[in-house]
């Protein structure tokens, strides 16, 4: 007789995005007269970028020769890509990681939820709360929690790094000496980032206390401060301790055809293991390579013209976060974010909690956002919107909600 894994009869409840669809589908049907506008899931809009679109075609054409047909890819990627990143995301950047640290995938959530497999089940997991849900999850679905607790908002077993308004949405160290530590800069949800000085001194503890850092930086490209590190790699010492991902979704628009990345240096190692042979083994195990054409398309991102025009659909979504932090300033609430990131992160006026708000946003001016407390316990009273709409939706979106405080 089979049985099931048991641990994913922990998870909550349906993901926090279908939730929120399935209300806004129920407000859709009732109210079919009223135009909803969404800032809620962080899907990009804009079309990918010509230079883009370019070399698609081209790897298409290529896909339909004798010459220029590719089967599997190699295992951790192409050259023409790998040496593509190492050179423009590292090596640019003061960082030293070589080609052969890299692994090409079909993107970072893959990579977040899956690179837990390469470490013992007893580890014992930080999380910032709030936090991107897959790391959470995976590590439940893997067994490293016990049960829910319904009052607390939190999973049994795992380390909660609270960001909140008091620390600057910065976690301290825990109080619980941790094994594997997810951290997220620029932040998904709360938009917010941590100086280079501040993430060395994550870098420093892991090393001390030999804890990994899985280190998710899907969000570097929206960086705009100075002394903001793109990479933890920029930091001394990251290489003996900490795993990056990134992502070409929300650099590129690649969120539907799919490519990123993840770094696993040479030098980190356990008891003689390298990690970096861990990864390649499951991933030669378990995966099968990103499309070449799609890994073209990626090579494009770093080509002259595929850096400025992704420069300035990224410029059109930091102008659209910007209005949104701005606007709901000036209408008097708090709000966070925005800056380094596509994200805004607001306090939810009245003590409202965040579904609540959620309710009052999409009931009385029809927009859409996505609850803190969906991300996590410290998220309550917290809402997230963001700046991957048009530039008209979104302006229209701010309009009304400057006039629900108002009224
Ligand atoms: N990491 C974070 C923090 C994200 O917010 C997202 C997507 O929203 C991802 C990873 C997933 O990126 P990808 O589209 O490459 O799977």
């Known amino acids: 007789m089979f049985t099931i894994n048991e641990n ?98 079909d993107g970072a959530k893959c990579d977040v939820g899956n690179i837990q497999e390469i470490f013992g089940t007893d580890n014992l997991v930080a999380v910032c709360d709030p936090v991107y849900p897959v790391y959470v999850d995976t590590n439940v679905m893997a067994g490293r929690t016990g049960v829910y607790d319904k009052a607390l908002g939190t999973y049994e077993g795992l380390v909660y790094m609270p960001c909140t308004q008091e620390n600057g949405f910065a976690p301290k160290l825990p109080d619980k000496t941790p094994d594997l530590i997810y951290l997220c800069f620029p932040n998904n949800p709360t938009g917010a980032a941590i100086t280079k000085e501040a993430l060395q001194k994550w870098v420093d503890y892991a090393n001390e206390i030999h804890a990994v850092i899985l280190f998710d930086a899907a969000y570097e490209a929206y960086i705009t401060e100075e002394n903001i590190p793109h990479s933890i790699y920029e930091c001394e010492g990251a290489k003996t301790c900490a795993i990056e991902m990134r992502s070409f979704s929300k650099n590129a628009g690649f969120t539907g055809l799919r490519l990123g990345y993840t770094v696993v240096p040479k030098e980190l190692v356990s008891n003689g293991v390298s990690l970096n042979d861990l990864w390649l083994r499951r991933h030669g195990t378990k995966y099968n390579g990103a499309p070449y054409i799609v890994q073209r398309a990626g090579e494009a991102v770093y080509s002259e013209a595929g850096k400025a025009q992704i420069k300035e659909q990224i410029a059109y979504y930091m102008e659209n976060a910007r209005q949104i932090r701005e606007g709901l300033i000036a209408a008097g609430y708090q709000a966070f974010g925005g800056v380094n990131s596509p994200y805004v992160w607001l306090k939810t006026p009245d003590n409202l909690t965040s579904w609540e708000f959620f309710d ?35 302006k229209e979106a701010i309009k009304r909600i400057q006039a629900l405080k108002t009224k």
């Open 8 to 105: 994913y009869l922990k998870l909550q409840g349906s993901y926090l995005f279908s939730t929120v669809a399935k209300k806004v589908a129920a407000y859709k049907s009732m109210h079919p007269d009223k135009t909803v506008i969404s800032l809620g899931i962080g899907d990009v809009t804009l079309p990918l970028a010509p230079a883009i679109i370019e070399a698609l075609q081209k790897a298409v054409a290529e896909m339909g020769t004798k010459e220029g047909f590719h089967g599997y890819a190699p295992e951790r990627g192409y050259d023409f890509l790998l040496n593509a990143i190492a050179k423009e995301d590292f090596a640019a950047r003061g960082c030293e990681i070589s080609p052969d640290e890299i692994f090409v995938s």
């Open 360 to 394: 009052k946003l999409l009931n009385e001016a029809q927009v859409v956002g996505t609850p803190g407390s969906g991300f996590g316990a410290s998220g309550e009273g917290y809402f997230r919107l963001t700046g991957f709409g048009t530039h008209e939706n979104t």
